[in-house]
């Protein structure tokens, strides 16, 4: 099963992320949980000083946008 991990403080741009990597998930029929990181020191540990960002299995593929439900899909596969 994969993690995928939305990093972000829970601003409208996170929570459109997190909404998108849920329906990638669903869409995919990838086996995957979607975790919500809120906690700065937790996603400044990723190296990440923009968010949101979106991390799989612990690797950070985006920073600072949302991408599309499609650009999800293609980072789970």
Known sequence: M????????????C???KHNA?????QSGVEA???KITDI???TGF?????????V???VKLVG???SVEEIKKLLT
Not at 3 to 13: F, S
Request: glycine share 10%; aromatic share 0%; hydrophobic share 50%.
């Open 2 to 13: 994969k993690l995928i991990q939305v990093l972000g403080p829970g601003c409208p741009k």
């Open 15 to 17: 929570e459109k992320l």
């Open 22 to 26: 849920e329906a990638a998930v669903a």
């Open 33 to 35: 949980a979607v975790e």
């Open 41 to 43: 020191n937790v996603i």
């Open 47 to 55: 190296g990440v000083m923009m968010t949101p960002a979106l991390a």
């Open 57 to 59: 299995d612990g690797e």
């Open 65 to 67: 946008k949302v991408p």
